[in-house]
T-cell receptor
Framework: DAGITQSPRHKVTETGTPVTLRCHQT?????MYWYRQDPGHGLRLIHY???????DKGEVSDGYSVSRSKTEDFLLTLESATSSQTSVYFC??????????FGSGTRLTVV | AQSVTQLDSQVPVFEEAPVELRCNYS??????LFWYVQYPNQGLQLLLK??????LVESINGFEAEFNKSQTSFHLRKPSVHISDTAEYFC???????????????FGKGTKLSVKP
């Protein structure tokens, strides 16, 4: 989607390895979010950020950490990937009165 | 905290039939409500939203949803579906207080709409 990009789009990694997903925005929005999507569960919030260096946990934060050193970048790290973290990960941004915009997603497979 | 329940995980219908996808929410604060659509192997697209004003909101492709505060519902309807409407539909809620955890967007588990010829 315009103004928000995720990288990589696809990744296969081995159990136990660290993985970092990147979300980049050009909209200068304050709020950024990481969700994971799994069949039968919809989208669940992992972590969110309300400003540079300000982050908080969502519903399913165990095994994940985030960092936001610049307004435009929000990184999601799987500290030691497990098969249960195989999922599609979506980043989103939001600004007051403009609603939410979602990235195209990252498909992560942990083998 | 908010939560969303989508009452049907799958809805099969025939082309040109009407359809209703049900969504109920719970919240201790005032809410904004959304419907998103996800076509196979694609990302999320905003279908329609209720922020304030008229409780009946419409999308450009014929869907509509009505905010019913007393029943805490935001059901999605279309009077005549097409094959191209086959997709997964997600209802979502956020608090109206921008900022803070209650402003986060919370999703239901999704309803797969399958339109058959």
């Amino acid at each position: 989607d315009a103004g928000i990009t995720q990288s990589p789009r696809h990744k296969v990694t081995e159990t136990g390895t660290p993985v970092t997903l990147r979300c980049h925005q050009t909209e200068n929005h304050r709020y950024m979010y990481w969700y994971r999507q799994d069949p039968g569960h919809g989208l669940r919030l992992i972590h969110y950020s309300y400003g540079v260096k300000d982050t908080d946990k969502g519903e399913v934060s165990d095994g994940y950490s985030v960092s936001r050193s610049k307004t435009e970048d929000f990184l999601l790290t799987l500290e030691s990937a497990t098969s249960s973290q195989t999922s599609v990960y979506f980043c989103a941004i939001s600004g007051q009165l403009v609603g939410y915009t979602f990235g195209s997603g990252t498909r992560l497979t942990v083998v | 905290a908010q939560s969303v329940t989508q009452l049907d995980s799958q809805v099969p219908v025939f082309e040109e039939a009407p359809v209703e996808l049900r969504c109920n929410y719970s919240s201790s604060v005032s809410v904004y409500l959304f419907w998103y659509v996800q076509y196979p192997n694609q990302g999320l697209q905003l279908l329609l939203k209720y922020l304030s004003g008229s409780t009946l909101v419409e999308s450009i492709n014929g869907f509509e949803a009505e905010f019913n505060k007393s029943q805490t519902s935001f059901h999605l309807r279309k009077p005549s579906v097409h094959i191209s409407d086959t997709a997964e539909y997600f209802c979502a809620v956020s608090g109206t207080n921008y900022g803070g955890s209650q402003g986060n967007l919370i999703f239901g588990k999704g309803t797969k709409l399958s339109v058959k010829p």
